[in-house]
T-cell receptor, first 113, second 116 residues
């Protein structure tokens, strides 16, 4: 079956622009996670949804970062007024339920100039 | 404090040889899971293998096996019969289960290069 998909795959933004990153989880997966991966580092947790409920947003680095999953399927990570330090790969993962193995999408590479 | 430590930034292995990638972890939670992911240059994180803290036997998945030494808090990945396609970044990750819905915590990764 189809895996996790993310769009766009690449995004270049000017500093101060708003961006929206989309994640389509595996069909039927209840849990959805967003991670940020800086160059040369492992992914770091941003936020977690169970269905449409955002249960943990402790990893969001500032109030410029906002995520939603209004119908419990597709999720969008929005970054307002982007800054250069936001440049990273943003990975989305889904799992059948909480505690199950997480399957990752290909990521969105964001470059803020 | 680092929860996951991968001390090898880079490793080289000859094709068809076996290689061990090191991972140590730190937790006081008795219930946890350890994961290994592969990240090729395309960027996608590919799940390889899982070991639960209460599992009695070491996990195996095809050419991948996990050398789980609970007392030493290590969970090394062994890749047998390396192939050129195994060249990638490899990440060890952990999730604690007794503390509620905790996210995966990743190490910094090891870059594996397989030489023909």
């Amino acid at each position: 079956g189809a895996g996790v998909s993310q769009s766009p795959r690449y995004k270049v933004a000017k500093r101060g622009q708003d961006v929206a990153l989309r994640c389509d989880p595996i069909s039927g997966h209840v849990s959805l996670f967003w991670y940020q991966q800086a160059l040369g580092q492992g992914p770091e947790f941003l936020t977690y949804f169970q269905n449409e409920a955002q249960l943990d947003k402790s990893g969001l680095p500032s109030d410029r970062f906002f995520a939603e999953r209004p119908e419990g399927s597709v999720s969008t990570l929005k970054i307002q007024r982007t800054q250069q330090e936001d440049s990273a790969v943003y990975l989305c993962a889904s799992s059948l339920s909480d505690g199950e193995t997480q399957y990752f999408g290909p990521g969105t590479r964001l470059l803020v100039l | 404090a680092q929860k996951i430590t991968q001390t090898q930034p880079g490793m080289f292995v000859q094709e068809k040889e076996a290689v061990t990638l090191d991972c140590t972890y730190d937790t006081s939670d008795p219930s946890y899971g350890l994961f290994w992911y592969k990240q090729p240059s395309s960027g996608e994180m590919i799940f390889l293998i899982y070991q639960g803290s209460y599992d009695q036997q070491n996990a195996t998945e095809g050419r991948y096996s996990l050398n789980f030494q609970k007392a030493r808090k290590s969970a090394n990945l062994v890749i047998s019969a390396s192939q050129l396609g195994d060249s990638a970044m490899y990440f060890c990750a952990m999730r604690e289960f007794d503390s509620g819905n905790t996210p995966l915590v990743f190490g910094k990764g090891t870059r594996l290069s397989v030489i023909a």
